[in-house]
Nanobody, 121 residues
């Protein structure tokens, strides 16, 4: 059964950095679009970033552009999210996602369980 497992979340001070990882198992996701979403308390889940299977096409939400970097290692079936210059408003549960559609659709079939990121002042 296909499974996505996120790691790397935690508590960090504003201005700090974290690197999230998402390890895929149960099938090969190397041909799939991978993405990151987040959901803050009381808010809807929102798109953060997406990357095509080749890594050539990348999208970012405006709120994270210039601060976050998505990457993937298909040999390891893993996608990463490097988060720099973290702000209080980045606090959320971050979810990894995968799917066969184009990055622009922001539509995914597989989801991880989420990892908590808390940015403190």
């Amino acid at each position: 059964q296909a499974q996505l497992v996120e790691s790397g979340g935690g508590v960090v001070q504003a201005g700090g950095s974290l690197r999230l990882s998402c390890a895929a198992s149960g099938r090969t996701f190397s041909s799939y679009t991978m993405g990151w979403f987040r959901q803050a308390p009381g808010k809807e889940r929102e798109f953060v970033s997406g990357i095509s299977w080749s890594g050539d096409v990348i999208y970012y939400a405006d709120s994270v552009k210039g601060r976050f970097t998505i990457s993937r290692d298909n040999a390891k079936n893993t996608v990463y999210l490097q988060m720099n210059s973290l702000k209080l408003e980045d606090t959320a549960v971050y979810y990894c996602a995968a799917g066969p559609r184009l990055v622009a659709t922001r539509e995914y079939d597989y989801w991880g369980q989420g990892t908590q990121v808390t940015v403190s002042s």
